[in-house]
């Protein structure tokens, strides 16, 4: 069985860092590529960044590139997403999501998706 198990979110104040950790088990995790999305309250799913299988190839949103940071360690099965200067905007349930050898799909077609993490930026 296939799981995703995101950690790390919370209640932060503006200006604040995060890390999040996305650990898999059930899966072979260094053929898969993984990305992070998040959704707000009344909003649609958004694509935040991805990571190849090897950790090199690396891709972001413009809402986020620059502040985020996508990496992975594959002799832990985990994923992170680094998030620094927090703002409130950012608040949001925050999902990663897995891919066997493609691409990270910014719509419906990745393989696994975690339960998903709230993070809260306070004004």
């Known amino acids: 069985q296939v799981q995703l198990v995101e950690s790390g979110g919370g209640l932060v104040q503006t200006g604040a860092s995060l890390r999040l950790s996305c650990e898999a088990s059930?899966?072979?995790?260094?053929?898969?590529?993984m990305g992070w999305f998040r959704q707000a309250l009344g909003m649609e799913r958004e694509f935040l960044a991805s990571v190849d299988s090897t950790g090199r190839r690396k891709d972001y949103a413009d809402s986020v590139r620059g502040r985020f940071t996508i990496s992975r360690d594959n002799a832990k099965n985990t994923v992170y997403l680094q998030m620094n200067n927090l703002k409130p905007e950012d608040t949001a349930v925050y999902y990663c999501?897995?891919?066997?050898?493609?691409?990270?799909?910014?719509?419906?077609?990745?393989?696994?998706w975690g339960q998903g993490i709230q993070v809260t930026v306070s004004s």
């Open positions: 999501t897995a891919r066997r050898g493609r691409l990270i799909s910014r719509g419906n077609e990745n393989d696994y």
């Open positions: 059930g899966l072979l995790f260094n053929v898969y590529y």
